[in-house]
């Protein structure tokens, strides 16, 4: 009863200070989740990428 008490009078009991944290929520939740998608892709398609093999054809136009 007292976390359920503390968190209304924390985050809901105002909507100025419900909507702020709906907003840095979901600002939060986009970064991490951009971050994460990226990762994976980035573990997943390992070496087909040009920043995986740019390095083979920057080489080969300056000599």
């Not at 702020?20 to 998608?37: E, H, K, Y």
């Amino acid at each position: 009863m007292a976390f359920s008490t503390t968190l209304y009078n924390t985050f809901f009991r105002r909507n100025s200070v419900f909507v702020s944290t709906i907003f840095v929520g979901a600002f939060t939740f986009g970064i991490g989740f951009d971050t994460a998608v990226t990762s994976f892709y980035d573990k997943w398609n390992k070496g087909k990428q040009w920043k995986d093999i740019r390095h083979k054809y920057v080489e080969a136009a300056e000599e």
